[in-house]
């Protein structure tokens, strides 16, 4: 089972709209980090969020991502 990371925002719709997706999927436990108050993060991610790491490969899935897409990420 990867270990799995999604960066996302306060008050951030497509996040909340990634969350109903991964649900959809029956996405594995994951971690949630908010990068607004991490400069490090918010340079690194910056609009890119909601974004979805595989903390063991180092993949990362960027929204927008459909089902299909996060399901092959996730296989």
């Given at each position: 089972?990867?270990?799995?990371?999604?960066?996302m925002?306060?008050?951030?719709?497509l996040?909340?709209q990634?969350l109903?997706?991964?649900?959809?999927?029956?996405?594995p436990?994951?971690?949630?980090v908010?990068?607004?108050?991490?400069?490090?993060l918010?340079?690194?991610?910056?609009?890119?969020?909601?974004v979805?790491r595989?903390?063991?490969?180092?993949r990362e899935?960027d929204?927008?991502?459909a089902?299909?897409a996060?399901?092959?990420f996730?296989a």
């Open positions: 089972m990867p270990r799995l990371t999604l960066y925002r306060d008050h951030c719709p996040c909340d990634a109903d997706l991964l649900a959809r999927a029956r996405a436990d994951f971690d949630s908010w990068i607004d108050d991490d400069a490090a918010e340079l690194r991610f910056g609009t890119r969020v909601p979805l595989n903390e063991d490969d180092g899935l929204w927008p991502f089902i299909e996060l399901r092959g996730l």
